[in-house]
């Protein structure tokens, strides 16, 4: 009896120690992070969707005590890198920056994704759209732009980093404002659609200011109208597009942190909390007003109802304007 009971007590050890180490290794198992995060920027280097990328990644690294990259996956205004985000495994090792076009593209085309497979972090904040021309066009303000495109319907041509773009949906809105028709040229991103109109390769460009001061304040492209509530600190001459006598017609472009829907809760909150310390540092905020966005963070319930409010705000500007991907 005294031998069974001592193999039973024996026994029963050999369970509570293995189920000890086998909740050990779970736990090492779940711990966030245990191997390198990826940063998805679905634009080109040189915009705010790149500089954002970077910026968090090299912040978030050190306070995670992780490595942090960023892969630039750019191409039909953004869909690649936000599908192949909207695909990635829920498990917070992939997250994307993502511009004010995650919440319009669905709108336009098979983007192959919809907002219901991203799960938000953080909203981060946002840039105005500045249409703007290369002297020597002929056209020395909005109002002259808006004669000019009046007398010759669908003839003056503007960039913008792609279709359905908020930059392209600028113009789009000044159109349906004034009843004029100019002819959308898409290109691959900012720097791109900013070079065109600088090259005279169309008559104007419509562009998130990120990336656009060093364009203007060499003289190669002369801002027309801002596309923001109230004027850039770094263009104070350069009116808004309700100064100009558009009303209603704010249209900033935004940037937004996402991970795959499905990404445990948790990690979203410990991702949110440190995202949302990064944009408050003085530091990161001077950093991010010289490259032309204005950071004004906000947690992942608040852009949950950003989304919420904004997405068929999009849907119906982009309805009545007509658009259809090229």
């Known amino acids: 009896m005294a031998i069974r009971r001592l193999l039973r007590g024996t026994v029963a050890a050999l369970f509570v120690a293995t189920g000890f180490v086998a909740g050990g290794m779970q736990a090492a198992r779940a711990e966030y992070p245990a191997h390198t995060i990826t940063i998805i920027a679905h634009f080109p280097p040189g915009g705010s969707n790149d500089l954002l990328a970077r910026l968090i990644a090299s912040e978030l690294g050190p306070a995670l005590h992780q490595n942090v990259i960023v892969e630039n996956r750019p191409g039909a205004n953004g869909n690649i890198g936000l599908s192949a985000a909207a695909r990635a495994a829920p498990d917070g090792y992939t997250l994307v920056v993502a511009s004010g076009v995650v919440l319009i593209n669905p709108s336009i085309r098979d983007s192959g994704y919809k907002m219901k497979d991203f799960a938000p972090v953080a909203y981060l904040g946002a840039s105005p759209n500045v249409i703007l021309t290369r002297p020597g066009s002929g056209i020395e303000s909005v109002k002259d732009l808006i004669a000019k495109a009046k007398a010759n319907p669908g003839k003056i041509t503007f960039s913008s980093p792609g279709v359905g773009s908020t930059s392209q949906l600028a113009v789009e809105l000044l159109e349906l404002r004034t009843g004029t028709k100019l002819t959308h040229v898409p290109f691959q991103g900012a720097a791109p659609a900013a070079q ?14 990120a990336g656009l001061i060093g364009f203007i304040k060499s003289g190669k492209l002369r801002a027309l109208a801002q596309t923001g509530k109230e004027r850039w600190p770094d263009l104070p001459d350069v009116p808004t597009l309700e100064e100009a006598g558009i009303p209603d017609a704010v249209i900033d472009t935004t940037q937004m942190l996402l991970a795959p829907a499905g990404t445990p809760k948790p990690i979203i909150d410990k991702l949110a909390a440190i ?21 004004h963070a906000e947690g992942a319930a608040a852009l949950q109802a950003r989304i919420a409010r904004e997405e068929p705000m999009w849907r119906d500007l982009v309805i009545r304007a007509g658009l259809k991907a090229k």
Do not use: H, N, Q, Y
Request: aromatic residues 2%; without cysteine; glycine residues 6%.
């Open 196 to 209: 065109a109109a600088a090259a005279g390769t169309t008559d104007l460009g419509s562009v998130s200011v």
């Open 275 to 295: 995202v949302l310390k990064i944009m408050a540092k003085p530091d990161v905020k001077e950093r991010m007003l010289k490259a032309s966005f204005a950071v």
